[in-house]
Nanobody, 117 residues
Framework: QVQLVESGGGLVQPGGSLRLSCAAS????????MGWYRQAPGKQRELVAT???????NYADSVKGRFTISRDNAKKMVYLQMNSLKPEDTAVYYC???????????WGQGTQVTVSS
């Protein structure tokens, strides 16, 4: 079965950095677009960053210049490097795998990121 397992969340002070990882299994990883989404308490889930199967990236305006998404197809991993973190980045971060042609969407269980002093 398909599994997306996130790791790397935690508590960090404003201005700090975290690196989230997502390990995928059960899919032909290289054919999927991968993404990171987040959901803060009382808010809707929102896109943070995506990376296509070809490596093209897209970022929410709120994280441009601070976050970097990357993927390692050989390891079936996707990463989100988060720098200059702000309290408003606090949320549960979810890994997503999306296949356009097959119209498949898979989600991980989420990892909590808290930015607070």
């Amino acid at each position: 079965q398909v599994q997306l397992v996130e790791s790397g969340g935690g508590l960090v002070q404003p201005g700090g950095s975290l690196r989230l990882s997502c390990a995928a299994s059960g899919i032909i990883f290289s054919t999927y677009a991968m993404g990171w989404y987040r959901q803060a308490p009382g808010k809707q889930r929102e896109l943070v960053a995506t990376i296509s199967s070809g490596g093209s990236t897209n970022y929410a305006d709120s994280v441009k210049g601070r976050f970097t998404i990357s993927r390692d197809n050989a390891k079936k991993m996707v990463y989100l490097q988060m720098n200059s973190l702000k309290p408003e980045d606090t949320a549960v971060y979810y890994c997503n795998a999306h296949h356009d042609r097959l119209r498949f969407d898979f989600w991980g269980q989420g990892t909590q990121v808290t930015v607070s002093s």
